[in-house]
């Protein structure tokens, strides 16, 4: 499914996938509302859970994607866009639990995970080792867990932070370790990616294009968050709007060098481990 058409000599239509999340339709409410606007593109959206996504990556499929970091492991076609990465300044995924567990118990558990090619799970691991698992969609991981279908649940997006309405406790922080683990660099989550065959200079308009849609949602923030609100699963505005700022923060604007040297890092400790394969990284130049 290719969406690319010449609409005139220099400007194109792109598919550009995102999830069904707050922060990620924070980020694109300039451009998908034509708040914001391209002498360069047009743009079509499809919207998809993140892992969808990440496997829809590995044939590319869209022309810019939302993808977890670590999948830019498994798809070699695509380009890291500057902006629109989902980077936790302190703060990332968490593990949920029923009760209170030592580590080595922890280790011994079955952990429910939102995909294997999420940035969390490959945190998740390097904090703990490998582990036993099971695969769910994230919504769901929270009511699993407090049902005792697992014995913990790997929690990210917005349930990372209503673990406790949900009636769970948070037995372990990972982005807390990873922040503590590497000096304070940010934790690398979601990024956003461009087919490396449309060219540089193509990649670094369509980044300048999304820098800007980030940056108006930023001015206009009520506007935005109510866009936002139509991803929010029945959160309430003040937890949504807590989890876009968590989020939408200064290295999404421009991961800058801290976040470029934050995914070099992932990737480095993850080979260390062999956890991912040898890669080569592109990353749109500044």
Not at 48 to 60: F, G, R
Not at 139 to 149: C, L, N, T, Y
């Amino acid at each position: 499914m290719i969406f690319i058409t010449t609409v005139g000599r220099s400007h194109m239509e792109v598919s550009v996938g995102h999830t069904p999340d707050s922060d990620d339709a924070f980020m694109f409410y300039g451009m998908f509302t034509g708040k914001i606007t391209s002498p360069d593109f047009t743009v079509r959206h499809v919207i998809e859970d993140i892992e969808n996504l990440n496997k829809k990556a590995t044939s590319p499929q869209l022309d810019v994607t939302a993808v977890s970091v670590h999948a830019c492991a498994y798809i070699p076609g695509y380009t890291i866009l500057r902006s629109g990465g989902s980077f936790g300044i302190g703060y990332g995924p968490i593990v949920t639990a029923r009760k209170q567990m030592s580590l080595d118990k922890i280790k011994k558990s079955k952990i429910a995970i939102p995909g294997k090619m999420t940035s969390a799970f490959l945190l998740l691991q390097l904090m703990i080792g490998k582990f036993d698992y099971v695969e769910m969609n994230f919504s769901d991981i929270p009511q699993a867990v407090k049902a005792g279908k697992v014995d913990a649940g790997l929690v990210i997006h917005e349930t990372q932070l209503s673990y406790e309405q949900e009636g769970n406790l948070k037995i372990l922080d990972v982005g807390e370790w990873w922040h503590k683990t590497t000096n304070g660099l940010p934790v690398p989550l979601g990024i956003n990616v461009m087919k490396t065959s449309l060219g540089m200079d193509l990649i670094c308009k369509f980044d300048r294009y999304l820098q800007a849609s980030i940056e108006y949602g930023l001015e206009h923030l009520d506007d935005a968050l109510e866009y936002a609100m139509q991803y929010s699963r029945g959160k309430p505005r003040e937890l949504i709007e807590k989890f876009v700022k968590m989020y939408v923060n200064h290295v999404t604007v421009n991961m800058g060098d801290r976040g470029e040297e934050s995914i070099r890092k992932l990737f480095e400790m993850a080979r260390e481990k062999d956890l991912v394969p040898s890669f080569e990284i592109s990353i749109a130049t500044k």
